[in-house]
Structures are given as C-alpha cells and as structure tokens.
C-alpha cells in the first residue's frame, strides 16, 4: 500500500523554515564581524540558504532568529536584496545557546504550521534537490535530517584531555553519520520535545537529540551535496569557491 502523501494532503500543510543566524561567530577570529552577514558570492550568508528553501518550493513561511536589535535591521536589509516572492518572515529574538533559539522561535509558530525546517544560517551551500528531499521524508516520517556518512576512520579516547599514549578505540564507521541542517519535524512533535529539553535542564547542540529526549526516532536523508558549515574564515573562502563551481 502507498503510504506516500496524497497531493489533496499535501495541500493542507504548512511548513516554516526557522533560520538561526544569531550566533556569536566567535571563531571567525574577527575576520567577518558577522558570518550571517559576510559576502558570499555577491550576497550574505543569509541570503543563499533563504533562497534555496524559496526554490525548493516547500516552504510557507520563514522564522529568522536575531542577536539583538541591531542585528535584525542589517538581516532585513541584507534579506531585501533577494526576492522573498511574499513569503511571510516572523522574527525571533535568539537565546543563550542555539536550543534556547530554537525553542524560542518554535514557540511563535502558529498554529497553522504543521511542519518545521530547522537550519542554521551558517550552512549558506543547502541545495533545493536536498531540502525537497528532506520534505518528502519528513511528511512520510514527521522527523528527517540531513547528514552525511562518515568515511574518516574514527577513534574514540577515553579521556578528552589526554592526547599523548592514550588508548584508541575502533568505533565501526558503517554506523557514524555526520549531522547537517536542515533538520525537519512535525510542530507539535518538536515543540514537545523541546519543551522537555527546556524543562529538564538538558544540554543538546542539534534538534535529532531534542527528538531522541522525549522518544521520538529520525530518518536519516544522505545528502551528498556540499553542504558547509561556515565556522571559520577558511571556511567562507571554500564556500565562496564551490559556489563558482
């Protein structure tokens, strides 16, 4: 039987991007005084992954999260170089920590919104084809993330200090994956989560693990796509570089 949803439903649901750009961009080392805001290729960050998720197709709305005031008037400005098509934008203003963010930006959803991509701004190189991709897994699913196989040999130490003698463990890389963004869920599945997260005290640094707190099991989409993550000024000059390609 076909589990696949039909195009009737399809049309009933609605999907919000929430983009997290209030990071600190502390390891840019001061070569950029934003990475949201750096130049790429003729444009901000900010503006490459907002404009993928406008031609995936598969997005109603956007969520921005921002620093401070400040911040908010150069994204808005930075976001007026690009065609929005009207898509509607709410803002978020940012936590301590990128769950707080989250959370804080799930919270103002409405109740329309039925599905959530979460993305970190500082992943500019998203493709449309990965984030369509995602949608078709997350409306079958209702949790998918991007990611990507291991193909290092990785080694496990016991102690994270202790680099010289230490013991090196063989960890089976056929099981590792490294995770990207976006990350996508049903609203009221993520927000559950992430309100146990909240009320638990808990540490988490991606949203599978706000999942996994409270149950909740993810499908991992394979994206072999670029699809970096911007943290340091090498970073940004690679980035530039693919997009040339």
């Excluded at 399809?10 to 997290?20: G, M, T, Y």
């Excluded at 991709?133 to 196989?149: E, F, G, I, P, Q």
């Excluded at 640094?205 to 707190?213: F, G, N």
Aim: hydrophobic residues 40%; glycine residues 4%.
């Amino acid at each position: 039987m076909n589990s696949s949803p039909q195009p009737s439903a399809l049309k009933s649901q609605v999907s919000s991007a929430i983009i997290l750009a209030a990071g600190s961009g502390s390891r840019m080392q001061g070569a950029v005084a934003d990475k949201a805001l750096a130049q790429l290729n003729g444009l901000p960050v900010l503006c490459h992954s907002v404009r993928a998720f406008l031609e995936s197709g598969c997005i109603d709305r956007f969520t921005v999260v921002y620093r401070d005031i400040a911040q908010k008037a150069e994204l808005q400005a930075a976001l007026d170089q690009i065609d929005l098509q009207g898509t509607p934008i709410d803002w978020a203003l940012g936590g301590d920590e990128r769950q707080d963010s989250v959370y804080k930006a799930l919270r103002i959803q409405p109740e329309t919104c039925t599905y959530v991509f979460i993305h970190d701004s500082a992943r500019p190189l998203v493709s449309t084809n990965s984030i369509q991709a995602l949608h078709t897994a997350v409306l079958r699913d209702r949790a998918a993330a991007l990611a990507h196989s291991v193909t290092d040999t990785i080694k496990r130490i016991p102690t994270a200090e202790q680099l010289t003698q230490t013991e090196l463990e063989d960890l089976d890389r056929s099981r590792l994956w490294a995770m990207e963004t976006p990350q996508a869920f049903a609203r009221s599945d993520i927000l559950k989560a992430y309100q146990d997260v909240h009320d638990s005290g808990l540490h988490i640094t991606d949203d599978t693990a706000a999942a996994a707190s409270i149950g909740l099991s993810t499908t991992i989409v394979p994206n072999h796509a670029p699809n970096l993550k911007i943290t340091t000024p090498a970073d940004l000059s690679y980035a530039d570089w693919l997009l040339q390609q």
